[in-house]
């Protein structure tokens, strides 16, 4: 199919681009860089476009702790079955009084 628009450089006929999308949303284990293991729940999703593919969402704790709102890279994060992939935190942000929101970016294949 398809499509001509003011997206297509040359002005005429363009492709339409198709994004391809896995979720996981469940229980999780984020693994710290001293071995500290944190219990809480993920979302995350793949995002392949034009040849990229990434893939990251974000995690929250079942508890806080400062070692958990100070990580950033060399993390790991383990879904149910033992599937690893590697993480880096890109933010945290509060979301109550007791619990925050980590932002992911995974590396390498995505463990869903």
């Not at 979720?23 to 293991?37: I, M, Q, W």
Request: glycine share 16%.
């Amino acid at each position: 199919m398809t499509n001509s628009g003011p997206g297509d450089p040359q002005g005429g006929e363009g492709q339409i681009r198709l994004t391809t999308m896995t979720t996981y949303s469940g229980p999780a284990r984020l693994t710290l860089v001293d071995g500290t293991h944190v219990s809480g729940m993920a979302s995350l999703s793949t995002n392949q476009r034009a040849g990229i593919e990434g893939w990251g969402g974000t995690f929250r704790p079942d508890q806080t702790n400062e070692d958990l709102r100070n990580a950033s890279d060399g993390l790991s994060l383990e879904l149910p079955y033992d599937q690893i992939g590697a993480v880096a935190v890109t933010g945290v942000r509060k979301l109550l009084a007791t619990q925050i929101l980590v932002s992911l970016t995974g590396s390498g294949p995505a463990p869903f």
